[in-house]
């Protein structure tokens, strides 16, 4: 967040850290980062040692290298601590994470232990006894939900917890610990799985909830279930507060349930019988169907082609020439505003290279007058390097580049309008980034009826400053507000 700041011009012109270790622990990436923040004119304070933390001379580089080695050490001997004490914990039968639905913890000497909890243990062995006899994670959750089951959290039973918990070699007395590695790639924090000759191992029979020969039959079915079902191939959108999971159906993942607050899911039902059965898909919510009407009661269900068509109509109808009207003005105004503080800041660049043009001047006579050689020598060099950072950013400013005319703009805006009216809807994963892009959050679907129909009504907000990518149109938003598709009610 902090280098992305720095593009087009950064906003602030002094960073004050407590330390070095503060921008980063890395003896490569560290003083690559302290690098292009100087660049970008930007001063760099520590306050805890109030010093300037610097590339420009010999002494700073130095500095910044050590610090970054020291600190890239200390990381290395941190991490080495954690994992020796949660290794302690583990072979000594203790808590080394949060809690397990099933077990209770309780602290007992330095260490926290987890005892069963009996009330929980009874709904661990009903769920594995389920699964033994060919119940899937999604049946499961709307019987426990069904039955009023107090579940691990606020939101009902969910498939998800139901297989992580047929999973959890835990319940079968086994404690499992190092299955993964935290990793650091290219910067970014993540994980890798180890193998499993480095997993560490330790019986821990007196928490077990369920036999082996329960465990076991379970085993079975879903080993025998994960070569018939595939894990689906998942993928992100960058910069974008949706994360898309990959779909062939055009609004999945883009809609909310009103009432629950659910994703918006795609529900496959079949119709007829063999050899003329078939498949038709609905839009409906996803907690309803996997977690039951106890949990949401919206079981409004509506075509793929109804839905989608009502959707991207009403995102063409919102692509008027209203909001370029306002994408217009607002892009002027902030222009205006942007080549005002331009030439403000280029006309303070100007005066600070003539001050600083002026004290290398004095310091060249001082050292002519015989002074003091050495820390004369030092603040030249520091005045020097000041210079030509300054001499890089006046050459590389546009404080005094020609305006865009207004007219270009509007044309420019057009153009993108009506590339974006055209492309919507034409080609699925096309139109799907379009719409990561575009959408600002989910839509939230309203389950209505009406003249004995049901159907939705969805509303939203779209963000257009990114597709448009007309100057300053970076917070543009339109509000959506249309009805959705309907249709006869549909008797599963």
């Not at 933390?53 to 890239?72: P, Q, R, V, Y």
């Not at 601590?81 to 330095?110: M, P, Q, T």
């Not at 009996?118 to 033994?132: H, N, P, T, Y």
């Not at 009502?310 to 205006?336: C, K, P, T, W, Y």
Request: aromatic share 6%; charged share 30%.
């Amino acid at each position: 967040m902090l280098l992305a700041a720095l593009e087009p011009r950064p906003p602030f012109d002094v960073l004050v850290v407590s330390a070095l270790s503060r921008i980063g622990r890395d003896t490569v990436r560290t003083p690559a980062a302290v690098l292009q923040i100087e660049e970008a004119g930007v001063a760099i304070w520590s306050y805890l040692s109030d010093a300037k933390i610097s590339l420009a001379d010999e002494m700073g580089e130095a500095m910044t290298l050590l610090s970054s080695l020291a600190s890239s050490w200390e990381r290395r001997r941190a991490r080495q601590r954690v994992y020796d004490a949660l290794r302690r914990r583990v072979e000594a039968g203790a808590v080394h994470g949060g809690k397990v639905f099933g077990y209770r913890n309780e602290r007992n000497g330095g260490y926290v232990y987890r005892v069963i909890q009996q009330d929980e243990a009874r709904v661990v062995r009903r769920i594995f006894e389920l699964a033994a006899q060919g119940y899937g994670g999604k049946r499961i959750a709307l019987i426990l939900n069904a039955e009023g089951v107090k579940p691990p959290r606020a939101r009902g039973w969910a498939p998800s917890a139901i297989r992580a918990m047929l999973h959890n070699p835990l319940y079968r007395g086994e404690i499992v610990w190092n299955r993964t590695q935290k990793t650091v790639r290219r910067g970014t924090k993540g994980s890798r799985r180890r193998d499993e000759s480095e997993w560490l191992r330790r019986p821990a029979l007196d928490l077990a909830i369920i036999d082996e020969a329960l465990w076991q039959a379970v085993d079975e079915r879903l080993r025998a279930r994960a070569l018939r079902f595939p894990l689906a191939r998942t993928c992100k959108t960058g910069g974008n507060v949706l994360a898309i999971t990959y779909s062939e159906y055009l609004l999945t993942g883009f809609g909310r349930c009103a009432e629950c607050g659910g994703a918006l899911g795609t529900i496959t039902r079949s119709h007829g019988a063999p050899p003329n059965r078939f498949l038709v898909r609905f839009y409906g919510c996803t907690t309803a169907v996997n977690r039951g009407p106890t949990i949401c009661g919206n079981r409004t269900r509506v075509r793929h082609n109804i839905l989608d068509a009502a959707f991207l109509d009403a995102i063409r109808a919102s692509l008027d020439d209203g909001i370029i009207e306002e994408a217009v003005a607002r892009a002027g105004a902030l222009r205006r505003e942007r080549r005002s503080k331009a030439v403000e800041r280029r006309r303070g660049l100007e005066r600070e290279f003539q001050e600083v043009d002026q004290r290398i001047d004095r310091l060249v006579d001082a050292i002519a007058a015989a002074g003091p050689v050495e820390e004369l020598l030092e603040r030249l060099r520091t005045e020097r390097a000041r210079k030509f950072a300054l001499l890089d950013e006046l050459r590389s400013h546009k404080g005094n580049g020609k305006d865009q005319g207004e007219a270009e703009v509007v044309a420019r805006l057009t153009a993108h309008v009506t590339e974006l009216r055209s492309l919507l809807g034409q080609h699925i994963p096309q139109t799907r980034r379009l719409l990561s892009t575009m959408l600002a959050e989910p839509a939230v679907m309203i389950p209505v009826v009406e003249d004995g129909r049901r159907g939705y009504r969805f509303s939203g907000r779209l963000r257009l400053g990114g597709l448009l990518t007309g100057e300053g149109l970076d917070g543009t938003r339109q509000e959506v507000v249309a009805p959705g598709g309907f249709e006869p009610p549909f008797r599963p």
